[in-house]
């Protein structure tokens, strides 16, 4: 694998060159700093642009077109990294060498033409399409329940924090939804091509010439580079007694979620010793929140916890049954005492950095994670992966020790499940 | 050791069959660090109930995947999960009608991971107690699907479609039945269908295939062939079971599912290449390019569909769900398109483009190729080395008999509607 970045102006590009694909897989990244209110017009705009083109009048026509452009795979996505939105174009498509010479580049011009070349007239947008957009949006929005794990997290970091961007909810507010006009999302489309900030990720075997001509001429942008605000959320103080917050549901499983602030990190802990400890506590398969809650005690099926580094979190979620909620946050609790106690052996830390490795081995292999790589190192200036593996290897029982030392159980959230089980 | 060259995608699968009949496929790749090993039986929920030695078994339901639960507890203290974690190997097990199978993916130590799993799944333990812990588990398992709306839509249009196949019921079982299982219950499926005659071994990644076949050999050679059990055949019916179903659910908009139910007896098609007609069907009726769908879409009568074709002997049946704010107009116009089938050859023609680039993409991804040769394995019996020529040679023609020989009107519908 070789990487190239080209500072482009505008823009970055990121060529990162593998002779392990047939594709070829490119990533337009822009992200600018997230405004709560802003969310929701964000995903109507990434919508909007796959519905219908100045060239392709509908979604079926675009979709027959990246059909014959042999499956070309186009697809958006709209992210929160700490502090800022991130809005992305994803294309994947085959190498000419397994389709016809020219459709690389036919096809990194459907592309432009989806992002630059949209369905508007006299600066707004088609009526009808964003009618449909918004439709979808609007069951979204009322359908939010019906994946209770994830309703879980956003009523529980509301509880958490509702002034942070760590509860803004992604999926968006029906109060911004219905302020949405054809105008309004063209002042949206506008303010994202000339304000955000913009990178390029581009994975495959390819001649670096071809490539940067190849995509500056069919992507152009005019863009003053600001100074930026930082990526990281600060920390928040610490509570001096944990929050505990209960909503019903009517459903039979009650699902727990934790969250717990982290408090003053190093950057040496957040990007090495917080990680270990947290694929020990329950990030791991074999941690020991799923050793000690699932399978001494048997209260949950799922039990995991999750590290966000750019947000100061540490997340633990579990589908129980709501008669053992104390139970389960009792343990949970016991084992991240045990964490700060340093109760867990060499073998727990040997095997935790061998997790990491594989899954930094496995990077190379997934053109996804390739470009989610390069675009955390752009952002977090962290070091290479090979070099952070080999920083990771020497991180010692007490460093850990004193990250974990850091975790403050912050809110307890149980959204209860009341259904009758003997329905 | 066979040879077979995967046609059209760089890839070659090498094959072979132990002396009791367990086989071994594997495809290797010299530019990838990660390797994925799949042990499996052709055991899952499909089997309710068969004969051994004159002696009839009918265990509660879920216990084939009670049982693959259990296959990570062993005798000598070792846990499997953490063997695996020693070397940052993820491992996991999945259960589903027609299979089990025991899973491990890494980078590293391949020779220890594969003799590891082997021995693992080689080596039932099962107590009172650790049945019992485990039933605690799986209760939370099962209720945490049955708060999914859209599972508890699809098992109700199974249970409307199928009148008497185990496809009618959860893999995992219910609460009230898991509680029955017993140590001798998981016993006695293990001794009668994780017999190498009955398993197979998929390996696709970075390791060397005679080594991973001496392994395999050291450690399963010496088990027997045995002879499978008589399991109990069970005939299902031409026609669905219970043709409409409204139900009410924790739901803000209505959903609907419809299944087409088509037998295949009368069929005079291969079967491979009916699944793959069938496919084009109903992707040039219902798939993301269709017009179905740009109506549908325009008239905001639809906001998410999904389609799905399941096999089983005699019979093929198509699921298609969708939520949608009109349920009745969205199920009228469903019917109409199945009324008023016109296949065009170009859009048959550029699926069939579409398909070619996608099994040329799959290969590149390790996990993408082990799920679509293990069904292969499952749904044909061996892998299917000549697909990308078989797709080039599909005809208009075979589609438009096969139409006429598919009664439309087999269907089952199933509303969901918002709980008052």
């Known amino acids: 694998m070789h990487y190239i970045k080209k500072d482009l102006a505008a823009y970055n590009l990121h060529l990162i060159k593998t002779k392990k694909f047939k594709t070829i897989s490119v990533r337009i990244v822009f992200h600018t700093p997230i405004k709560k209110e802003e969310i929701t017009s964000r995903n109507i705009l990434t919508d909007l642009l796959l519905q219908s083109s100045k060239k392709y009048k509908s979604r079926r026509e675009l979709t027959i077109k990246s059909e014959d452009l042999y499956a070309a795979d186009i697809s958006t996505s709209n992210r929160r990294l700490g502090n800022y939105i991130f809005t992305s174009f994803s294309l994947q498509t085959l190498s000419d060498e397994y389709t016809e010479k020219g459709n690389l580049e036919a096809t990194l011009e459907f592309l432009s033409e989806i992002i630059f070349n949209p369905d508007i007239t006299n600066k707004e947008f088609n009526f009808e399409k964003l009618g449909i957009v918004k439709n979808n949006a609007t069951v979204a929005l009322n359908s939010l329940k019906e994946d209770a794990t994830g309703y879980s997290l956003i009523r529980m970091t509301e509880a958490y924090d509702k002034n942070s961007p760590v509860s803004y909810r992604m999926i968006g507010y029906d109060k911004d939804l219905e302020a949405i006009t054809t105008e309004t999302i063209y002042n949206t489309y506008k303010k994202m091509l000339n304000n955000d900030y913009v990178d390029i990720f581009v994975v495959g075997n390819f001649e670096t010439k071809e490539m940067t001509e190849l995509i500056k001429k069919h992507f152009k942008f005019r863009m003053l580079k600001k100074k930026k605000e930082e990526y990281i959320l600060p920390a928040k103080k610490p509570r001096k007694r944990r929050l505990i917050a209960k909503e019903t549901i009517d459903n039979t499983q009650s699902k727990l979620a934790i969250a717990c602030s982290l408090n003053k990190l190093t950057d040496y802990e957040r990007h090495y010793a917080l990680i270990l400890a947290n694929i020990i506590f329950g990030g791991g398969t074999d941690s020991k929140l799923f050793k000690e809650v699932r399978e001494k005690n048997s209260l949950c099926y799922t039990i995991r916890s999750s590290y966000n580094k750019l947000d100061n979190l540490l997340l633990i979620t579990a589908g129980i049954d709501k008669k053992n909620f104390e139970k389960a946050t009792d343990l949970i609790t016991k084992n991240l005492n045990n964490m700060k106690k340093g109760k867990f052996t060499k073998k727990d830390i040997d095997m935790a950095k061998e997790f990491y490795k594989t899954s930094a081995e496995e990077v190379e292999e997934r053109e996804d994670r390739i470009i989610n790589e390069y675009l955390l190192r752009e952002i977090l200036k962290t070091e290479e992966l090979k070099e952070r593996v080999e920083k990771i290897n020497k991180v010692t029982k007490q460093e850990i020790v004193k990250a974990c030392k850091k975790i403050n159980m912050d809110t307890i959230f149980l959204l209860e499940g009341v259904k009758d089980e003997s329905n | ?420």
């Open chain 2, 1 to 420: 050791m066979k040879a077979i060259n995967l046609s059209g995608l760089d890839k070659v699968c090498y094959s072979e069959q132990l002396k009791n009949g367990l086989e071994v496929f594997m495809i290797p790749y010299d530019n990838k660090k990660n390797y994925f090993i799949s042990f499996a039986t052709r055991f899952g929920s499909d089997i309710l109930e068969w004969t051994k030695n004159h002696k009839s078994f009918k265990p509660p339901l879920g216990v084939a995947h009670f049982l693959e639960h259990k296959m990570f507890e062993q005798e000598d203290g070792i846990d499997p999960f953490t063997f695996f974690s020693e070397s940052g190997t993820d491992a996991n097990a999945s259960t589903s009608f027609d299979n089990t199978q025991y899973i491990c993916s890494g980078t590293k130590n391949f020779n220890e991971n594969l003799k590891f799993l082997l021995r693992f799944v080689n080596n039932p333990y099962y107590t009172e107690q650790n049945v019992e812990k485990e039933k605690g588990i799986i209760a939370e398992e099962i209720k945490m699907y049955e708060d999914i709306p859209d599972f508890k839509l699809e098992m109700h249009l199974r249970e409307n479609i199928y009148k008497n196949s185990p496809r009618r019921l959860d893999i995992a079982g219910t609460v009230s039945e898991i509680k029955k299982i017993t140590k001798d219950d998981l016993y006695s499926c293990y001794e009668s269908f994780y017999i190498p005659n009955n398993m197979f071994i998929l390996i696709v990644g970075n390791f060397d295939p005679d080594m991973a076949v001496s392994i395999i050999k050291n450690e399963l050679d010496y088990k027997e062939r045995k002879e499978l059990p008589k399991v109990k055949e069970i005939k299902e019916i031409k026609t669905v079971n219970v043709k409409e179903e409204t139900i009410k659910a924790n739901i803000e908009t209505p959903k609907i599912a419809i299944g087409l139910k088509v037998p295949t007896k009368d069929i005079d098609i291969e079967d491979l290449e009916l699944d793959l007609y069938l496919n084009m069907l109903t992707t040039i009726l219902f798939g993301s390019s269709s017009e179905f769908r740009e109506n549908a879409r325009t008239d905001k009568l639809l906001n998410s569909i999904y389609l799905e074709w399941e096999s089983i002997p005699d019979t093929k049946v198509f699921y298609l769900m969708a939520s949608t704010q009109k349920p009745d107009l969205l199920i009228d116009k469903i019917k109409e398109e199945l009324k008023n089938i016109n296949i065009s050859e170009s859009t048959f023609n550029r699926i069939k483009k579409v398909w070619i680039a996608n099994e040329v993409k799959m290969i590149d991804s390790i996990d993408a190729t082990v799920s679509n040769v293990f069904d292969d394995i499952i749904r044909y019996g061996t892998i299917v080395p000549k697909k990308l020529d078989i797709i080039r040679k599909m005809k208009v023609s075979i589609l438009e008999d096969l139409i006429k020989n598919i009664n439309f009107d087999n269907l089952s519908i199933v509303k969901m509607l918002k709980k008052k």
